[in-house]
């Protein structure tokens, strides 16, 4: 019913930037909360970043004053913004979304996006 297709990985060297995007399809009235996590190769998910509908967003402590996080509501469209990459940046990037389908919508369901691969190397 929801489709999140994450756009704009690839290889690029320590300081560089890359900018991913993430755009939401399908049955939605409104968008919620959304998220970007990665998971780097051997380890854990980590939430990276998170901006809510209203309000202000949050960082993991990692990428605090290098990453931002935006998003278009008229495009369901959310952003996240590297810079000064770093090769432990290196990670497979995620983007979830709370999403209600309709305005009867009591409960909103969480998406994920197949992922985009971020490599940072000389």
């Known amino acids: 019913q929801v489709q999140l297709v994450e756009s704009g990985g690839g290889l690029v060297q320590p300081g560089g930037s890359l900018r991913l995007s993430c755009a939401a399809s399908?049955?939605?009235?409104?968008?919620?909360?959304m998220r970007w996590y990665r998971r780097a190769p051997g380890k854990g998910r980590e939430l990276v970043a998170a901006?809510?509908?209203?309000?202000?967003?949050n960082y993991a402590d990692s990428v605090k004053g290098r990453f931002t996080i935006s998003r278009d509501n008229a495009k369901n469209t959310m952003y996240l913004q590297m810079n000064s990459l770093k090769p432990e940046d290196t990670a497979v990037y995620y983007c979830?979304?709370?999403?209600?389908?309709?305005?009867?919508?009591?409960?909103?369901?969480?998406?994920w996006g197949q992922g985009t691969q971020v490599t940072v190397s000389p």
């Open positions: 399908g049955v939605i009235f409104r968008i919620n909360a």
């Open positions: 901006i809510p509908s209203g309000g202000s967003s």
């Open positions: 979830n979304a709370d999403v209600y389908l309709y305005p009867s919508s009591g409960n909103a369901l969480a998406y």
